[in-house]
């Protein structure tokens, strides 16, 4: 079981993100399990917890799986499977507004979420950096000596052992593999986007870093549209209202306009006319880049997941 130490703030934060008030009776559907007393940690009911290593760079690594209500009910359907990163802070977040948004109803479809880890025993600061960037070529605020640039090595450890064994575990609907990632998160879904897009049929890009490297993503995106006449996947930007660059107003960024990257990136996916190509972008108000992501992983549910 996977412990953590913050549910009430959890259930706190996915109360207050936009998401619709339900009848009291709705809220009585389901029993949360008895949690563990004598000062233990609170857990995470119906989750697992699985060592997945990668063998190329010999690093531990986890992931985290909650399955869907209907999961031991109905024994031969197939779930799409949703992957985030950041899976520390995004997992029991993404769980709860899952679950709230289908209390009275369903509105969004029933998926497996897996949560990628950070290295065991590593600051995550320090794993985001080097498992998520494109190039080494980090920003000068890195700390010194800090590693970037090993995210190619990451998404083949996506694509040869995560998705593998999550696969041979779990009835999953192998054309509908879904990626979540925020920040740094989703350079690294660009990325993939960009370079093996087949690898994920959707894709839900928070708040992407595009300025890193001199906006390294837009010249992958650039050296794809060359090469392919078709881009097949479902995508969704998010980005807050408050990542604009306005200097000396200290609600805005200070150093780099992410609003209007992300505007960027979406005028050159519209301009390209891929026929199976899907996007949706939101500047979401009064958000800044660390309170945006409950608003954005809301509705990026709900774009790439309606109840059918």
């Known amino acids: 079981m996977l412990r953590r130490a913050l549910s009430t703030l959890v259930i706190a934060l996915t109360a207050g993100f936009g998401l619709a008030t339900v009848p009291a009776q709705a809220q009585t559907q389901s ?45 031969q359907r197939k779930y799409p499977v949703l992957y985030v990163t950041d899976a520390d802070y995004a997992f029991p977040i993404i769980r709860q507004i899952n679950r709230r948004l289908n209390l009275d109803g369903p509105r969004v479809e029933e998926f497996i979420l897996v949560g990628l880890s950070y290295g065991k025993g590593e600051d995550g ?28 090595a ?16 779990y009835r999953t609907d192998p ?15 660009a990325q993939i986007l960009f370079t093996e897009p087949g690898l994920f049929s959707g894709y839900i890009l928070g708040s992407p870093s595009l300025w890193y490297d001199k906006r390294h993503i837009l010249g992958l995106e650039a050296s794809y549209a060359a090469k392919n006449r078709d881009l097949p996947a479902k995508v969704f930007l998010y980005v807050g209202e408050y990542e604009a660059l306005r200097k000396g107003d200290r609600r805005y960024s200070q ?21 199976g190509l899907s996007v949706k972008s939101v500047v979401l108000n009064d958000e800044d880049h660390l309170s945006v992501a409950p608003r954005g992983f809301t509705q990026g549910l709900r774009y790439l997941l309606p109840a059918r």
């Open 154 to 169: 990451y998404q083949t450890y996506l694509r040869d052992q995560v998705k593998p064994f999550i696969a041979a575990r």
């Open 255 to 275: 150093s780099v306009d992410m609003v209007a990257d992300n505007q960027t990136l979406e005028a050159a996916l519209r301009g390209r006319k891929y026929p």
């Open 175 to 189: 054309a509908r593999a879904l990626f979540l990632g925020h920040s740094y998160g989703s350079l690294l879904g």
């Open 125 to 152: 600061a320090v794993s985001r950096r080097r498992d998520y960037t494109p190039t080494p070529n980090g920003p000068s605020t890195a700390p010194s000596g800090a590693i970037h640039g090993q995210g190619q």
């Open 31 to 75: 029993v949360p399990k008895v949690q563990p007393g004598e000062g233990r940690p609170y857990e995470i009911a119906d989750s697992e917890v699985w060592d997945v290593p990668d063998p190329v760079s010999r690093r531990g690594y986890q992931v985290f799986v909650a399955l869907p209500p209907s999961y031991g009910k109905e024994l």
